[in-house]
Every structure is written in C-alpha cells, then in structure tokens.
C-alpha cells in the first residue's frame, strides 16, 4: 500500500520560506513522476509543481515558477518543495501526489496522479 505523508507547512510572515517534504511508503520514488498541489476551501485543486520520473526535468504553475523548486531525494523516499519569497496568496493547504504508472513526465493534470498525502497547512501573514 503507497502511503504519501507531508510535512514541513506552518506559518511564515511574507518574503520567507518553507520547505515541505513528502515521505512515501509502500513503494520507491525513483521511476515515478511526483507532484504538489494546493487547494483552497472551496476552489478546485491547483498544480503547483511536478519532477518527471528521472528527475530530469521538473514543471511549475506560472504563479510559483522562480519561488518554489521541486526536488526527489531517492536515497530517502521523499519529494521536497523548497517555497522562497512567500505570498499571502500562497496560503493554503499543500498536497503531494504520486504517479500510479511508471516513467511519467510530470503532468499538471490532477486526475493524472493515483496517491495523494494527507495535506499540510500553509499560512502566509502579511
């Protein structure tokens, strides 16, 4: 059984940073496309970020490209999303998502991810 865990949101005063990690279980990282998504209370869920299974090439939503930067770390079984110079409107509860099919490219695409993370708050104060 995959099981994806995050960790790492909490509240930060705009300009700052956050790191969030995602550990997986149940299954290896390496050869899988992993993502992040947000979603707000009563918005559709949102992409964020996306690794290709190699860790080759790695895909941003407009709103985050040149802040955030997605990375795996195979060695221990967990995707990072490294969050700089924080917005208020980056406020909302982040996901990590995994790849049911093997040597995916990273899409944006929610219904193109079969495992998600419980979820982890993250708060911006102006």
């Known amino acids: 059984q995959v099981q994806l865990v995050e960790s790492g949101g909490g509240l930060v005063q705009a300009g700052g940073s956050l790191r969030l990690s995602c550990a997986v279980s149940g299954r290896t990282v390496s050869g899988y496309a992993m993502a992040w998504f947000r979603q707000a209370p009563g918005k559709e869920r949102e992409f964020v970020a996306a690794?290709?299974?190699?860790?080759?090439?790695?895909h941003y939503a407009d709103s985050v490209k040149g802040r955030f930067t997605i990375a795996r770390d195979n060695a221990k079984n967990t995707v990072h999303l490294q969050m700089n110079s924080l917005k208020p409107e980056d406020t909302t509860v982040y996901y990590c998502?995994?790849?049911?099919?093997?040597?995916?490219?990273?899409?944006?695409?929610?219904?193109?991810?079969?495992?998600w993370g419980q979820g982890t708050q993250v708060t911006v104060s102006s």
């Open positions: 690794i290709r299974w190699s860790g080759s090439s790695t």
């Open positions: 998502a995994a790849d049911r099919r093997a040597y995916g490219l990273g899409s944006p695409v929610v219904a193109e991810y079969d495992y």
